[in-house]
């Protein structure tokens, strides 16, 4: 997959996801990763460019998300269970899958000089 339409994937779930965690839930926290999506989409058609400075930037933002998704969200969600465990998993499932994409696509970029 490219790592544009990977981080445009993880984009809209952070969004997606992130709206519905709000709406259930009233915490300004669950906003975070609608802010880190917004920012992530904007991205996309940069990195469908090639703009290595962008793609860059959009890996550390999606490192960020996962990191705090994983470290932080994770524990409580299994606690808690329920939907919130669903929306968490997922998006570190989009997460994970974007970072796969960007991983690749570096890689495939360095081979090919």
């Keep these: ?3 544009s339409k990977a981080n445009l994937i993880n984009s ?3 969004i997606v996801f992130g709206l519905w965690g709000y709406i259930d839930s009233s915490s300004m926290t ?3 990763p609608v802010g880190i999506g917004f920012t992530l989409g904007a991205c996309t058609n940069e990195i469908k460019k090639g703009n290595k400075l962008i793609a860059h ?6 490192l960020i998300i996962l990191v705090a998704l994983i470290g932080m969200r994770l ?3 299994i606690d808690q269970g329920g939907v919130g465990l669903f929306r968490v998993i997922v998006m570190i499932s ?3 899958l ?6 690749k696509s570096f890689i495939k970029n360095r081979k090919s000089k």
């Design 30 to 32: 669950a906003l975070i």
């Design 98 to 103: 974007a970072m796969t994409a960007f991983i």
């Design 75 to 77: 524990p409580k969600s």
């Design 12 to 14: 809209l779930s952070l």
């Design 57 to 62: 930037l959009a890996v550390l933002g999606t």
């Design 1 to 3: 997959m490219e790592a």
């Design 94 to 96: 989009t997460s994970l």
